[in-house]
């Protein structure tokens, strides 16, 4: 038996919220979790790749180890040798 007046609140079906839709109930401190990302749109699970690109950091890879279609490259980058 748990002591009286020390634990939270339990909410043995709190709704997981993603993207505006129920997604999954569970057992909770809180009665409502949303989440960004869950197993139904992970990747991971879903097999589909999305690469977010902040910044250009993922083309600056691409370039800088060669993997990048030197076709592709419009601004000139191989004029640094």
Not at 9 to 14: F, I, L, N, Q, S
Not at 19 to 28: A, F, L, Q, R
Not at 48 to 62: A, C, N, P, S, Y
Request: aromatic content about 8%; glycine content about 8%; charged content about 25%.
């Amino acid at each position: 038996m748990p002591k009286p007046d020390i634990h939270p609140t339990w909410y043995p079906d709190a709704k997981v919220v993603c993207n505006g839709e129920v997604v999954m109930t569970v057992g909770s401190t809180q009665p409502e979790i949303n989440v960004d990302v869950w197993s139904g749109n992970h990747p991971f699970y879903t097999g589909t790749q999305k690469i977010i690109d902040t910044e250009g950091r993922v083309d600056r890879f691409l370039r800088k180890y060669g993997m990048l279609d030197p076709n592709a490259d419009a601004d000139g980058a191989d004029s640094k040798k």
